[in-house]
C-alpha cells in the first residue's frame, strides 16, 4: 500500500470527510444562506461586526473570542455568530429590527469647561469631573436612566419615559450647583430628545441621537433645552408639578442654519420657578 504523503490524515484526501467539510464550510451559496438565515434569527442579523461587540456582556464578549478565532467567510463562522446573535437577543434583549423601541436621549456637559481646566490644572479638573459625576449620574440611575457613554466633562444617558428622563435633568442641574472646587462652581447643560434610536451593542446610534446632541448645544448658558418631540409627551401638569415653564427657543433671522437638524425642528428652554425669580423675566430667549 502506499503510504500516505507526511501530516496529510486519511479524511484530508481529495474526496474525504475532511476534504468535503473543508469545501462546504467555505462555499459561498452556503455562507450566503447562512447569512440570511441569520436575517430571521432573534437578535441584530449584523452581530459580530465592532460596532455590534463593543461594551461589555457575555455575547459580546464571547463574540469578541470568535472574531479572533474563527475563519472569515466560512460556514462556521456564520453558524457560531448565529448562536451568539440569539444568546444576545435573548439575554439583553437587543433588537436588530427596523422598527426600535422610542426612547429619550440625554447628553450633557459643562459650560466653559475646556478654558476653566487650562487654568485650574489636571488636579483640580480631576476632583472637579468626580465631583460632578458623584452628584449628576445617582439622579439618572435612580430614575431609571442607562448611562451609555461618559465623554470627558459630560456623558450619554437614556430613558424608557420623557418624564422621568426630565425630572431626572433637572434634579442632576440643581446637584450640579452645589458642587464646588476651589471655589469654582461649574455650569452644566442638558438636551433631552425624543425618538427611536439605534441600539448596537452597548451603543446607541442613528439620526435622533445626532439631534439629541444638537439640543444639548443649543443650550449655550448652561441651561436645559428639550426638543418638541420630548416637550409634547409631557402633560403640562407633569411640568407644574416638576416646577418648570417651557419656553420655545427662536433663531435669529440671519443665524446660520445648525447644520444636522430639519428646518422644522423646534427646541425649549425649561426654567426653574428659581430661574425666573432672579432673572425677573419671562423666560424668552432669542438665539
Given at each position: 500500500?502506499?503510504?500516505?504523503?507526511?501530516?496529510?490524515?486519511?479524511?484530508?484526501?481529495?474526496?474525504?470527510?475532511?476534504?468535503?467539510?473543508?469545501?462546504?464550510?467555505?462555499?459561498?451559496?452556503?455562507?450566503?444562506?447562512?447569512?440570511?438565515?441569520?436575517?430571521?434569527?432573534?437578535?441584530?442579523?449584523?452581530?459580530?461586526?465592532?460596532?455590534?461587540?463593543?461594551?461589555?456582556?457575555?455575547?459580546?464578549?464571547?463574540?469578541?473570542?470568535?472574531?479572533?478565532?474563527?475563519?472569515?467567510?466560512?460556514?462556521?463562522?456564520?453558524?457560531?455568530?448565529?448562536?451568539?446573535?440569539?444568546?444576545?437577543?435573548?439575554?439583553?434583549?437587543?433588537?436588530?429590527?427596523?422598527?426600535?423601541?422610542?426612547?429619550?436621549?440625554?447628553?450633557?456637559?459643562?459650560?466653559?469647561?475646556?478654558?476653566?481646566?487650562?487654568?485650574?490644572?489636571?488636579?483640580?479638573?480631576?476632583?472637579?469631573?468626580?465631583r460632578v459625576s458623584q452628584v449628576v449620574e445617582p439622579p439618572l440611575l435612580e430614575a431609571?436612566?442607562?448611562?451609555?457613554?461618559?465623554?470627558?466633562?459630560?456623558?450619554?444617558?437614556?430613558?424608557?419615559?420623557?418624564?422621568?428622563?426630565?425630572?431626572?435633568?433637572?434634579?442632576?442641574?440643581?446637584?450640579?450647583?452645589?458642587?464646588?472646587?476651589?471655589?469654582?462652581?461649574?455650569?452644566?447643560?442638558?438636551?433631552?430628545?425624543?425618538?427611536?434610536?439605534?441600539?448596537?451593542?452597548?451603543?446607541?446610534?442613528?439620526?435622533?441621537?445626532?439631534?439629541?446632541?444638537?439640543?444639548?448645544?443649543?443650550?449655550?448658558?448652561?441651561?436645559?433645552?428639550?426638543?418638541?418631540?420630548?416637550?409634547?409627551?409631557?402633560?403640562?401638569?407633569?411640568?407644574?408639578?416638576?416646577?418648570?415653564?417651557?419656553k420655545k427657543l427662536r433663531r435669529q433671522v440671519f443665524a446660520p442654519k445648525p447644520d444636522?437638524?430639519?428646518?422644522?425642528?423646534?427646541?425649549?428652554?425649561?426654567?426653574?420657578?428659581?430661574?425666573?425669580?432672579?432673572?425677573?423675566?419671562?423666560?424668552?430667549?432669542?438665539?
Amino acid at each position: 500500500m502506499e503510504d500516505e504523503p507526511p501530516g496529510e490524515p486519511e479524511g484530508g484526501r481529495p474526496g474525504g470527510p475532511l476534504s468535503w467539510f473543508r469545501s462546504v464550510n467555505h462555499h459561498d451559496g452556503v455562507v450566503s444562506f447562512l447569512r440570511r438565515t441569520r436575517r430571521a434569527l432573534p437578535g441584530d442579523p449584523e452581530f459580530g461586526d465592532p460596532l455590534s461587540v463593543d461594551g461589555v456582556g457575555g455575547p459580546r464578549a464571547a463574540a469578541r473570542a470568535a472574531d479572533r478565532l474563527l475563519e472569515r467567510n466560512a460556514a462556521t463562522r456564520e453558524v457560531s455568530l448565529g448562536a451568539l446573535q440569539v444568546w444576545q437577543a435573548l439575554t439583553e434583549r437587543v433588537s436588530g429590527r427596523p422598527a426600535n423601541a422610542e426612547a429619550t436621549l440625554v447628553f450633557t456637559d459643562l459650560v466653559g469647561f475646556s478654558a476653566w481646566s487650562l487654568d485650574a490644572g489636571d488636579d483640580a479638573t480631576l476632583r472637579l469631573l468626580r465631583r460632578v459625576s458623584q452628584v449628576v449620574e445617582p439622579p439618572l440611575l435612580e430614575a431609571g436612566g442607562h448611562i451609555v457613554k461618559r465623554m470627558g466633562d459630560g456623558l450619554m444617558a437614556v430613558f424608557t419615559d420623557p418624564i422621568t428622563a426630565v425630572a431626572a435633568a433637572v434634579e442632576a442641574r440643581r446637584a450640579v450647583k452645589l458642587v464646588d472646587v476651589d471655589g469654582y462652581t461649574p455650569r452644566m447643560r442638558v438636551g433631552v430628545h425624543t425618538g427611536r434610536p439605534q441600539r448596537i451593542g452597548s451603543d446607541w446610534l442613528g439620526i435622533d441621537v445626532n439631534l439629541a446632541a444638537r439640543v444639548m448645544e443649543r443650550a449655550t448658558r448652561g441651561e436645559l433645552v428639550v426638543s418638541e418631540a420630548t416637550l409634547e409627551r409631557i402633560p403640562d401638569g407633569e411640568l407644574d408639578a416638576l416646577g418648570v415653564t417651557a419656553k420655545k427657543l427662536r433663531r435669529q433671522v440671519f443665524a446660520p442654519k445648525p447644520d444636522g437638524v430639519p428646518a422644522d425642528f423646534t427646541m425649549y428652554r425649561l426654567r426653574t420657578r428659581y430661574q425666573r425669580a432672579v432673572s425677573g423675566d419671562d423666560g424668552d430667549q432669542v438665539y
